[in-house]
């Protein structure tokens, strides 16, 4: 069965520090990736995407980035953190027509 | 792009009692999705309905899909205190990639014991 890991679970960092969150995903190949991230508001929005190694599309226009070094495997980066950038960071594996999530990462940036 | 609203907002209820939300689209939705989130988690997939008018399970929940393709229901048969959580709605977007998915802004249940 497939299960998706994400780390760290919690993260407080002070504004203008970098950032890296991974996510790994097990028992599947070629997976396509996803980051979202949640807002107090609670909305789904998604930040990027991807449908293999090396390909990322962006969603939206921000300070963050993403890379896919290896199959599966999807890291969310920033150079530096805004305030702003606080929030409930997801990331996902698809099926074509569903998506299943991970456990989340809690950012914090003060 | 296609939005999905969710309805309604929020519920407060009383453990026992059933429940209701339901999602509309202003387009037509070949897939609609039912996750579940639990606080401080991850979104889980708790029903997918796959052809307009289908009636799926999953224990104590049912989703239906609208025949108009435009609409999707969830019920919650006698609820308990864990089933709070924010419930959201979801189908494939139509507007790019096949893997891509639209969702509702989600419905936060609460179930006062």
């Known amino acids: 069965s497939q299960t998706i890991h994400q780390w760290p679970a919690t993260l407080v960092q002070p504004v203008g520090s970098p950032l890296s969150l991974e996510c790994t995903v097990e028992?599947?190949?070629?997976?396509?990736l996803y980051w979202y991230r949640q807002a107090a508001g609670r909305g789904l929005q998604l930040l990027f995407y991807s449908v293999g190694i090396g390909q990322i599309s962006s969603e939206v226009p921000q300070n963050l980035s993403a890379s896919r070094p290896q199959d599966r495997q999807f890291i969310l980066s920033s150079k530096k953190l805004l305030l702003s950038d606080s929030g409930f960071y997801l990331c996902a594996w698809s099926l074509p027509g569903r998506q299943y999530f991970g456990p989340g990462t809690r950012l914090t940036v003060t | 792009g296609q939005q999905l609203n969710q309805s309604p907002q929020s519920m407060f209820i009383q453990e026992g009692e059933d429940v209701s939300m339901n999602c509309t689209s202003s387009s037509i939705f070949n897939t609609w999705l039912w996750y579940k989130q639990d606080p401080g988690e991850g979104p889980v997939l708790l029903i997918a309905l796959y052809k307009a008018g289908e009636l799926t399970s999953n224990g104590r929940l049912t989703a239906q899909f609208g025949i108009t393709r435009k609409d999707s229901f969830l019920n919650i048969s006698a609820s308990i205190p864990s089933d709070v959580g924010i419930y959201f709605c979801a189908g494939p977007d139509s507007g790019g990639s096949n893997y891509k998915l639209t969702f509702g802004k989600g419905t936060l249940l609460t179930v006062n014991p």
């Open positions: 028992g599947t190949s070629n997976p396509n």
